[in-house]
């Protein structure tokens, strides 16, 4: 242990490590975080090194706080003293066999793994190891050296310093290492949703052509669905021929529908299937739909749109899964009705389209019947919480969504089918002129607006698509509706409006030219009337005008009953 000496009494050797000793660069975070640990476990000696005794009792205090030896912590308080810097109780670096300097042959290996087998061409490594050795390992003429390493020697040095995570990005892509390889280390979907109120949206195409009422094959419907994050319910549907906004639209309004009332439509009893709120969540993928202007509107309710990033279905998993259980609930007893295989696609197959039988309308009580299987009969995977357990909750969807609603603070939106159909019109820029509003070309008048219509200017206007009888002028509260005054146009789709319009100009643009030319004609036969009718200077007498004018009438009057027959027998 260190003692007091007179400096003028100090040797060489004394003073050979301290003179000897340099520390060069910057420690590393983990190095200089241990160094602080072990000046933590010497600060209550370095105050008392004067007293044998107080650092005697100091490093027996040391030793029994922080679980350390005495030796080990006698040699940390002897490095601090000697270099007097808190470099000096920094660990030493050490290099594993990674670091180790590679021969030839290994520096070589490592660039033919680089160059051929880890990269999206998914090369095996038998074809890297030839491939190695076509560049690396053959003369000017193309012949194998002598001196050169096996295939074992190859495949050995892979498996040694391979990593799997740098081996399946480099060769499948982060897409598919993202959604299939990555280590799940989550505390699943529940982390995310952590009650009834998250809903997450996608659409499939159904596995089953259909036909119309007259037996034609029309082709596989498309079915989207609304689904809790939480409880795996599902909330809503559209089945539908249309994408897109249509679908989403449809959709929206089925989740706030009366399930009862809608079922019961089909002849279903829809059980227990209850929930007519709007999810205040809305998890959907980089669709068009859902990344559009037109439904990004319904965040005016009060709804938070989150848009997951593309090719990642595992983030949505719910949904997922629900597409997959619809489906394998009526493929087993629809085969031979029109359910595709999944050999659908390969050349010499079946026709699944010549069994089709089923109707939009029936396959849609197939799926409404699935649905409500899913959401009250199927058990649920649900990590069931102390106090679910305590009050014997079923592991259905529709209990855990129940139970979800009264006892978490959800995040439900209570809105109505008007509303929500308002919201989600598209929108356009509405000009008040003293015609009317001019939206779409068309004029809309509507009682109070009597100033804007005088002053002019621009408002925010919804429309319906596929009719223009009326027109709706979004303001901060609500939606006024305005009603069209060209009647030619009531009860039409704008597209056949502005198809109309287009017949109109060009009909005037064909007109066109020949209107100008009967001007002309008309000014050419004018000029030659009012010549022949000059009278070459001289002057007319401008007296008996009223005699003059008698005379003319008697001479052009006429009697038109005897004209027109009237006394003929």
């Known amino acids: 242990m260190p003692k007091w000496i007179d400096a003028d009494g100090c040797t060489e050797a004394d003073t050979a490590i301290y003179e000897n ?21 010497i600060t209550g000696i370095v105050c008392c090194l004067g007293d044998v005794k107080k650092r005697s009792e100091a490093l027996e205090r040391a030793s029994a706080c922080f679980q350390t030896g005495k030796q080990t912590i006698r040699k940390y308080l002897w490095r601090y003293l000697v270099y007097d810097t808190i470099d000096a109780l920094a660990p030493a670096e050490r290099k594993g066999r990674e670091n180790k300097e590679l021969s030839s042959n290994e520096k070589t290996m490592r660039w033919a793994l680089n160059k051929f087998y880890y990269t999206k061409n998914k090369n095996t490594l038998n074809e890297a190891y030839v491939m190695m050795l076509k560049e690396r390992y053959t003369d000017k003429d193309g012949r194998l050296v002598e001196e050169k390493p096996s295939f074992y020697q190859f495949r050995y040095f892979y498996r040694k310093t391979r990593k799997l995570k740098r081996c399946y990005i480099s060769r499948d892509g982060i897409k598919v290492y993202q ?3 990555r280590p ?10 952590v009650c009834a109120g998250f809903g997450m949206m996608d659409a499939t195409v159904c596995d089953i052509y259909l036909v119309n009422d007259a037996g034609g094959v029309v082709g596989r419907p498309i079915l989207t669905a609304c689904v809790d994050a939480y409880s795996g319910l599902c909330t809503g549907y559209s089945l539908a021929w249309e994408g897109g906004v249509y679908s989403l639209t449809d959709l929206m309004l089925n989740v706030i529908a009366d399930k009862k009332a ?47 990033p593309a090719y990642r279905p595992d983030l949505k998993g719910p949904v997922e899964q629900f597409f997959d259980c619809i489906q394998s609930e009526f493929k087993p007893y629809l085969k031979g009705k029109g359910v595709i295989e ?14 089709a039988c089923l109707t939009m309308e029936t396959f849609e009580k197939v799926i409404l019947w699935c649905i409500i299987h899913y959401n009250t009969k199927r058990i649920v995977d649900f990590p069931f919480t102390e106090q679910m357990l305590d009050e014997k909750v079923k592991p259905y969807a529709q209990d855990i969504y129940d139970w979800s609603k009264e006892n978490q603070d959800c995040a439900l939106i209570m809105t109505t089918p008007e509303k929500l159909a308002l919201t989600l019109l598209p929108r356009c820029t509405g000009s008040f002129t003293r015609k009317g509003l001019i939206v779409n070309q068309m004029r809309y008048r509507c009682e109070g607006f009597d100033e804007e ?56 643009k064909e007109e066109g030219e020949r209107s100008l030319q009967a001007d002309i004609d008309l000014a050419r036969h004018l000029e030659l009337l009012v010549r022949n009718a000059e009278t070459d200077g001289v002057r007319n007498r401008i007296k008996s005008i009223r005699e003059n004018r008698k005379r003319e009438k008697k001479k052009t009057h006429k009697n038109h009953a005897r004209e027109a027959g009237v006394y003929a027998e």
């Open 262 to 308: 809608h079922c019961g439509r089909f002849g279903i009893d829809s059980g227990e299937w209850d929930c007519c709120e709007l999810p205040s969540v809305l998890i959907t993928d980089m669709g068009s739909e859902y990344i559009s202007a037109n439904f990004e509107q319904i965040s005016e309710l009060g709804v938070t749109l989150v848009n997951l």
């Open 342 to 355: 999944p050999d659908f696609q390969e050349r010499g197959v079946h026709d699944y389209r010549r069994d």
């Open 179 to 181: 959604k299939t390889k």
């Open 184 to 193: 799940l280390l989550g505390d699943g979907v529940q982390q995310m949703a």
């Open 21 to 41: 000793h340099t520390f060069h660069g910057e420690l590393t975070p983990s190095q200089l975080s241990e160094a602080h640990r072990r000046l933590s476990l």
């Open 453 to 508: 219509f005088l002053k002019g200017g621009e408002a925010v206007t919804a429309y319906n698509p596929e009719d223009s009888s009326f027109v709706w002028l979004k303001t901060r509260e609500n939606f006024i509706r305005f009603e069209l005054i060209e009647s030619r146009f009531r009860e039409k789709d704008v597209a056949s409006v502005e198809k109309m319009k287009e017949q109109q100009k060009n009909l005037l």
